[in-house]
């Protein structure tokens, strides 16, 4: 099964967001037999990629891509040459299943009756899913929510110490290969 990943993660968001999650999930499909992936990307500033390169090499992951200078008019450049570079490797039909990083309707011309995997990434819905009860939570829209819990957890020494064991309780539900195992799931009944 070959997956295709598209551009739009990796362009324009130097730092965090889920560009680690895609970046494990394609690690660990790297060494999986039976699937193989594609990312549609020539330019990124993203660091997960970028520091991790020298590393994957040696692990024989292959990541195309030259790293550009982070300015508005740099990521603006990169972003249309990405699209047009993900819309080329979409028109050749040459994979299973297309994963982009996030829904935009550029795909829908393209795709044809190839299955798409979309992963939604909404932190309001999905925190208390991934911490439990390892977080202590507060409405995002109340100033007084927010002040009151946070307050809660700098003060209290006995909160930090309950929630820091109850997190490295729940490290072993999300570890890069289930995580990958998970989606692999997904994929497979899909071809």
Do not use: W
Request: with cysteine; proline share 4%; charged share 20%.
């Amino acid at each position: 099964m070959k997956v295709l990943y598209d551009h739009q993660l990796f362009t324009g968001a130097a730092y965090g967001r889920v560009s680690p999650y895609f970046y494990e999930l394609m690690r660990s499909f790297a060494h999986c037999s039976g699937i193989t992936f594609a990312l549609a990307l020539l330019l990124s500033n993203n660091e997960c990629l970028d520091e991790a390169s020298a590393v994957d090499r040696l692990l024989g992951l292959h990541l195309r891509f030259r790293s550009f200078a982070n300015s508005i008019q740099a990521n603006q450049v990169a972003s249309v040459l990405n699209r047009l570079h993900s819309i080329s490797r979409l028109r050749t039909g040459q994979f299973d299943v297309f994963h982009p990083n996030y829904y935009h309707r550029y795909i829908l011309p393209y795709v044809g009756k190839k299955p798409v995997v979309i992963t939604f990434h909404d932190v309001r819905s999905s925190f208390p899913e991934v911490a439990g009860d390892a977080a202590v939570y507060f409405d995002s829209e109340n100033d007084e929510s927010i002040a009151d819990t946070v307050e809660r957890a700098v003060l209290s020494d006995s909160l930090r110490y309950e929630l820091r064991q109850r997190g490295n309780g729940r490290l072993s539900l999300f570890s890069p290969a289930q995580t990958a195992q998970q989606t692999f799931d997904v994929y497979h009944p899909l071809i």
